[in-house]
């Protein structure tokens, strides 16, 4: 345990701690691991367990599309949510999601022009999946 | 069928009995399953998923031709239990979800759950007809409205038999109480109430009152700037109605007492292991967050689960845990990539036996792993569809750490992290556990001789 002491600096991980540490298990991997992320994203903060990633955790809304494999980002808890500016932004963002899975019906189909004004009605609802669950198939 | 619960020994072999679900290439995302609970008897098994939707199977009878197989699970009853819906006041869109899934000890003829998406709880009441009401005066058989000045005698309605069928109608739904993302709901032993608990604060409510809630813990602080953890995970004393024990991101686990005060922000109990500062790095306390925590059915035990090991607790000892068992360490030198690609962020649960004699959690590849408090053995299985032949005796695997790897092991490099068991239950008496594998559903059951 003492050696360890002797050698402890946290703030700098380089690969000679690597090296000098080659017969210490345990606390070894994770430390390296530390080090591949710092060489990697440089700015990341010191804290990892603070404000940040809890407040991320706090703020998350739906996953949008997740799709594996996950796409890399330097963050913290999970892919990156969506957040819209308003309701009218959510329902145009879904209905462009719509058009892309459908083949094109021309491109004048879902255009809302100048002078249509949208009523609750037009506007695309997001409905849940109708289908039942193939678990009970 | 063979009463009583097994015992872990090398003697316990694990067989394929059915899988639920698609076989397909593409998963879609509302078919991923996201919680699993079996109910008090075991008689039901209940499955969420993404989509919203609640799947409950049901024990067929075993029939006395066939002693060599066991009752097999067949769909009872399904519905959609939440809906997509969007916040205004953040605009943010709230996901059908279900988180959880939890099952009330019945009371009469119909069955009783309460599952919860991000921010909403409801109760469903799902109940048998077998009987029609037929022979109205004022309506014929197809329901239309006879005309009244045709109607010349009158009769008494009498109940027919019909094809059974099963309905789930939600009874209360437990909306508008939480702020953050519910992450648990745990029934009380007392039949009459039950707690949600979401990121910062954990609501008690009794079923029949939905329009209030009490707020029981609130960890939020006054300076959102100070926040240095969250709450994880929660759940009632299975006897003590009064006891409940809360998880955090720290790693820590409070237990508090409802009788002590009304707001229990002072824990009764803290449970935390000391850590050696000399093995802190940047993982440590992401790796020492709690995702999962389950009172043993005794009551005596605490079990709960990091990202890497599954810890069992005595309630009497609070400075640390009294087992400790590694469920995939070969992934600490792999952090660093597991962190790029959100897998540290998983969140696996885990479950005890019905004599809280063996433990079992989930992990990548689709693997999972049992361990057996008594005999101190552990084994590696695998939900796959190359193993699902009718009683296909489960063979254990084992993943490679080192160089030479053996003709049936699996290098860490070969791992699946894309196929990730996080959600499995255990039969409440007998051997026969649900395995949640992304979209499909597995069902094993131990050997019978």
Not at chain 2, 46 to 69: C, L, M, P, W, Y
Not at chain 2, 74 to 96: A, G, R
């Amino acid at each position: 345990m003492s050696q360890k002491q002797e050698e402890e600096n946290p703030a700098e991980e380089t690969g000679e701690e690597k090296q000098d540490t080659q017969e210490k298990e345990g606390i070894l991997p994770e430390r390296a691991e530390e080090a591949k992320l710092k060489a990697k994203y440089p700015s990341l903060g010191q804290k990892p367990g603070g404000s940040d990633f809890l407040m991320k955790r706090l703020q998350k809304g739906v996953r949008g599309t997740i799709s594996y494999p996950l796409t890399l980002e330097p963050k913290g808890m999970g892919p990156v949510e969506q957040k819209y500016f308003d309701s009218g932004d959510y329902n145009m963002a879904k209905a462009k999601m719509k058009n892309k899975q459908l083949p094109s019906a021309g491109p004048d189909k879902n255009l809302v022009t100048g002078d249509h004004i949208p009523t609750p009605q037009d506007l695309p609802q997001r409905k849940s999946s109708l289908v039942t669950s193939k678990l009970a198939g | 069928m063979i009463p009583g619960i097994g015992v872990l020994t090398q003697n316990t072999l694990w067989c394929f009995s059915q899988m639920k679900g698609a076989i397909e290439t593409g998963v879609t995302e509302a078919d991923i399953i996201s919680t699993v609970e079996f109910n008090h008897t075991g008689e039901l098994l209940a499955t969420g998923d993404k989509g919203g939707r609640v799947v409950i199977f049901q024990r067929e009878q075993e029939s006395k031709n066939q002693v060599h197989r066991r009752g097999e699970y067949n769909v009872y009853s399904t519905f959609q239990s939440h809906e997509p819906e969007f916040d205004y006041l953040k605009s943010l869109e709230i996901e059908e979800k279900i988180n959880k899934i939890r099952w009330l000890p019945q009371q009469n003829a119909a069955y009783f759950l309460l599952s919860t998406n991000d921010k909403t709880v409801k109760l469903w009441k799902v109940s048998e007809r077998d009987k029609r009401p037929e022979g109205y005066n004022l309506k014929d058989e197809e329901g239309r409205l006879r005309d009244p000045a045709t109607i010349t005698t009158l009769r008494v309605p009498v109940l027919r038999p019909m094809d059974l069928m099963v309905e789930a109608t939600p009874r209360r739904v437990f909306a508008n109480a939480h702020t953050y993302h519910i992450n648990s709901i745990s029934v009380n032993s007392d039949y009459e109430t039950y707690m949600s608990a979401d990121d910062l604060r954990i609501n008690l409510w009794n079923f029949e009152i939905t329009n209030q809630s009490f707020n029981i813990v609130d960890i939020k602080p006054a300076n959102m700037e100070e926040l240095t953890e969250v709450i994880t995970a929660a759940e009632f004393h299975p006897h003590h109605c009064n006891t409940f024990v809360y998880s955090s991101s720290k790693g820590t686990i409070r237990l508090c007492d409802m009788r002590a005060s009304a707001l229990c922000d002072r824990h009764t109990k803290f449970f935390e292991e000391p850590e050696d500062p000399s093995n802190r790095s940047f993982f440590s306390e992401i790796i020492s967050s709690i995702s999962d925590v389950k009172f043993s059915h005794s009551g005596r035990y605490i079990m709960t689960r990091d990202y890497l090991t599954v810890k069992v607790w005595d309630l009497n000892m609070e400075n640390r845990p009294i087992e400790t068992y590694q469920v995939h360490d070969y992934l600490r030198s792999k952090l660093c990539s597991l962190y790029e690609n959100d897998c540290i962020f998983d969140k696996f649960e885990c479950v005890w036996n019905g004599s809280d004699s063996v433990i079992m959690t989930g992990s990548y590849n689709n693997f999972f792993r049992m361990f057996d408090r008594n005999t101190k053995r552990d084994v590696t299985l695998e939900a796959s569809r190359e193993n699902s032949k009718p009683r296909a005796i489960l063979k254990p695997r084992k993943v490679c750490v080192g160089g030479k790897r053996r003709k049936d092991e699996i290098s860490v490099d070969s791992l699946d992290f894309s196929k990730k068991i996080l959600h499995t239950a255990w039969h409440p008496s007998e051997n026969i556990i649900a395995v949640a594998a992304t979209n499909n559903l597995y069902i094993f059951q131990d050997k019978v001789n």
